[in-house]
């Protein structure tokens, strides 16, 4: 259970999930017309992302892989790869990742391919090129349940929920194997929460 002060306050901010290399891969049938790019080109990219060139580039500089899905040809979604550090700006934290651990974000597809499936596609894509990795981890904020189904659908399970304490801190309450939860809070650089999942 939570100690005095770190009681959570208000609903979750979001969910975190975790996909380590050997766990079951969902099975999706082909999407006919949909290809994956890895490292697009910088103006295509530029282009359905509305990065200026130089915020590209500070985020190759940092050492995040970019991912472009295509289809027949037309670019309708992307996604970001950081494999040595990132930042979560809506929880206000930033964090190192080890070896072998991937932090995918900024994933957007174009509304008018929306519902297709080209989200889990996307992700379990990124899961094969990223073949030196063994631990991926996503998240998403609360409301946002689109992300969630297509998080789930590509395989990833939850391992816990974000909440802010009445100390203003943040803590990760498990959702799932503890031992995943103990490395996503460790990640992430906040508490983890002991007892049950809370409501």
Do not use: C
């Amino acid at each position: 259970m939570l100690g005095p002060g770190l009681e959570v306050i208000g609903p979750p901010i979001g969910s975190f999930y975790a996909w380590w290399r050997g766990d079951p891969l969902v099975s999706l049938p082909p999407l006919p017309g949909l290809t994956i790019d890895a490292m697009p080109d910088p103006d295509v990219l530029a282009a359905l992302t509305g990065l200026t060139p130089a915020e590209l580039g500070a985020r190759f500089a940092a050492g995040h892989r970019a991912y472009l899905a295509r289809m027949s040809g037309q670019p309708v979604a992307y996604g970001w790869v950081a494999r040595a550090g990132a930042a979560i700006g809506e929880l206000g934290i930033s964090f190192t990742l080890p070896p072998a651990n991937r932090y995918l974000w900024d994933f957007f597809t174009l509304p008018a391919w929306r519902g297709l499936g080209i989200y889990p596609r996307l992700l379990q894509a990124i899961l094969g090129w990223e073949s030196e990795a063994t631990r991926f981890w996503v998240g998403h904020d609360t409301p946002n349940l689109a992300s969630r189904r297509g998080i789930l659908k590509a395989g990833f399970y939850e391992v816990g929920r974000v909440y802010r304490t009445a100390r203003g801190e943040l803590v990760l309450v498990p959702a799932g194997p503890v031992e995943r939860a103990l490395a996503a809070a460790s990640l992430l650089g906040i508490s983890l929460a002991a007892g049950p999942m809370l409501a």
